[in-house]
């Protein structure tokens, strides 16, 4: 009994023992697959976890890319805005500079237009020349709307009196000019009764210097190159006297008389080294036509190769015995001008005399 009850016992022993080792190794292996299980079930988190934050930092870096372009946009729409604005306003500033610019360029546009009546008005007429001088016709063209060049006329005790001018600048400085010659020539000639072309040359020197204040260096060059003839039908005899002006005669050939090599006004250093004026005479009888031209004819380029028109060609024109003598070399100036640019004032007068 006491064998069978320690065997019994050590039966009951080992089966606890063995027991307890299986449900040990039972344990460690649950243990064991809960551990695995566990930490796939982390890594599974962990994952999970990471793809998740990456996704809110993908978002958030998104909604950062969206405020930043929003933002990018809005200050550019209000750039553009102020720009916008901007240039509304300055638009509007420049609207109102171009129409005032155009007011005042129609106030002086208008200006220079009544000049351009008061210096035609000064100007003497053609017919009313050819009352005195049947033989008289001229080609006056001014570069702008009004011009330096002029051309005056008179008849005084018996007398009769042809001017042409060429006066310093173009447009209103160069009409003012004019106007100036005019005046002084019918002052001195008409009012004074001072009948000798050189003299008046001298004289209307005198007065422009002094109008002018030609005293020093400093003052204005303002002046005007002229010629200036007395026709005496009665004695048959033509006085001419040129201020840097030259009188073209046409005989049986053209004939150039030469005036003096001296304008009229500007300041020069010794005056008394300036030549005097003088008179060349000629007969009447003599003499088929005259002409006196200023030098924006000859100075003209044209010719299709930027040439200038020269004195030879108008000389040419001159000496042809036209019966129109200056519409062939107004013609002619027009051709050769075509499309250039008028460079200089045009003077041009002609006096036949007995013409048929």
């Not at 155009?102 to 009352?131: C, F, G, T, V, W």
């Not at 005198?206 to 005496?232: F, P, T, V, W």
């Amino acid at each position: 009994i006491h064998q069978a009850a320690t065997d019994s016992l050590a039966s009951t022993q080992n089966a606890r023992a063995l027991f307890q080792k299986q449900f040990k190794h039972e344990y460690d292996k649950k243990a064991t697959a809960d551990s695995i299980n566990n930490a796939h079930k982390e890594r599974i988190a962990n994952a999970e976890l990471h793809a998740k934050q990456s996704q809110l930092d993908y978002e958030q870096s998104q909604r950062y890319g969206l405020y930043a372009g929003l933002g990018l946009l809005i200050s550019l729409a209000i750039a553009l805005f102020a720009g916008f604005q901007r240039k509304k306003r300055d638009n509007g500033i420049i609207r109102a500079q171009k129409k005032e610019v155009e007011s005042q360029q129609k106030k002086i546009m208008d200006s220079i237009n009544y000049a351009e009546k008061i210096q035609s008005s000064i100007l003497p007429s053609d017919d009313y020349i050819r009352k005195h001088l049947p033989g008289f016709s001229s080609f006056f063209k001014p570069r702008d709307v009004v011009g330096g060049d002029f051309y005056w006329f008179a008849e005084h005790g018996g007398k009769k009196f042809l001017a042409m001018a060429d006066c310093t600048g173009h447009g209103v400085p160069g009409a003012f000019m004019s106007m100036i010659g005019n005046t002084l020539l019918k002052d001195i000639i008409v009012g004074s009764g001072i009948i000798d072309p050189a003299r008046v040359l001298e004289l209307m020197d005198k007065k422009i210097r002094e109008l002018l204040r030609q005293h020093d260096a400093d003052s204005s060059e303002d002046g005007m190159e002229l010629g200036l003839i007395r026709i005496d039908e009665e004695n048959e005899e033509l006085v001419f006297a040129g201020a840097n002006q030259h009188l073209y005669v046409v005989r049986d050939e053209v004939e150039i008389v030469k005036g003096n090599m001296r304008s009229i006004g500007g300041w020069v250093r010794k005056r008394s080294r300036l030549p005097v004026f003088e008179n060349q005479h000629l007969s009447l009888n003599s003499v088929e036509a005259i002409f006196m031209s200023s030098d924006g004819i000859e100075d003209q380029f044209g010719g299709g190769q930027k040439e200038k028109f020269g004195r030879k060609r108008l000389i040419n024109l001159m000496g042809a015995r036209n019966t129109d003598a200056v519409n062939s070399v107004q013609d002619a100036f027009t051709r050769w001008k075509a499309h250039e640019n008028q460079v200089d004032d045009v003077c041009l007068i002609h006096v036949t005399f007995n013409p048929a």
